[in-house]
């Protein structure tokens, strides 16, 4: 069996005080830098409850992650100066750090943000579609998807995920490995984070009159959807530069236990209505080896 590590993390804040080379990079093989949601930092309330996705990773060579992921922070807004200035600062410019790959969790949010608009909402700016748009059943899951609504989020995607693909080639970074996800399907149920926080899908199905025996049908459409969109945008990367070095790991392949979707907390293999628990995470985690030893060899 090939050796195992666990990532090494670095705060974003040593790496900046140390002038780009903390100790803890000379005790390793490979540096990554992280950016992203949830599935990258917190998930529950209290944290440590659960885990993320980079906490359950074990790779073949000695890595160490620089995170600067935090909860709800959707991909429009990591390209952000005023919202993210120590990832742009880490990634680039003149005092950026030179990485070996550079790992995104992103899309999620924007989605489940967009899913939430209620009904009142003129169909371009919803994801989701009244029962007047949708028809007569049976229905699939596409088909309680707003196509005006979908139209307006793939736009606006588009031209956040050339944004970000963009700030990482207008420095040192350029071409560097660029490592995006898909996300599991996930059940709507009515199991928030902690009080305030959620739930999300649930809330959304019960307001656009969607049956219950179609909530996962229709939450697993939608992630589908973004699935297929983070590689159609993959792919046009590549035809105009074909060393892009742009990557998509699939986490739908990873055989994950949605939730029952009357269960108020833990059920199946996540913790709430959106987060794994720490064997689900690690379950999930398992789809990343196999790429990232490949990209860090």
Known sequence: MPESHRLTFVDPFRVMQSGGRPEE???????????????FSIG?????????????????????????ARPGLQLSHMSDTSRQPTFLRLLTGRLA????????????????????????APPALRLLATAAERGAGPLTGDDYVSKPGWQTFQTHMTAVFDAIVALRDGGIN??????????????????PVGAGHGPWLQPAMTAF???????LAVSSALMDRLADLLAALIAV?????PACALHLVDSRLIPIVVGDPTATGSSGDFLNEIHPTRAGYTKLAAAWRAPLDAILA
């Open 209 to 215: 009159g969607i049956p219950q025996g179609d909530w």
């Open 25 to 39: 990079f000379d005790l390793v093989a490979k540096t990554c830098l992280a950016q992203g949601d949830s599935w």
């Open 174 to 191: 350029r071409q560097v490995p660029m490592v995006f996800h898909t996300y599991a399907h996930i059940m709507p149920r009515p199991a």
């Open 97 to 120: 750090v030179k990485w070996d790959a550079i790992l995104f969790s992103g899309g999620g949010n924007d989605l489940i943000d967009a899913a939430t608009v209620g009904p009142a």
């Open 237 to 241: 990367q590549r035809v105009a530069d």
């Open 44 to 68: 529950s309330l209290p944290p440590g409850v659960t885990s993320n996705l980079l906490a359950q990773m074990e790779l073949t060579r000695s890595v160490a992650v620089v995170n600067c």
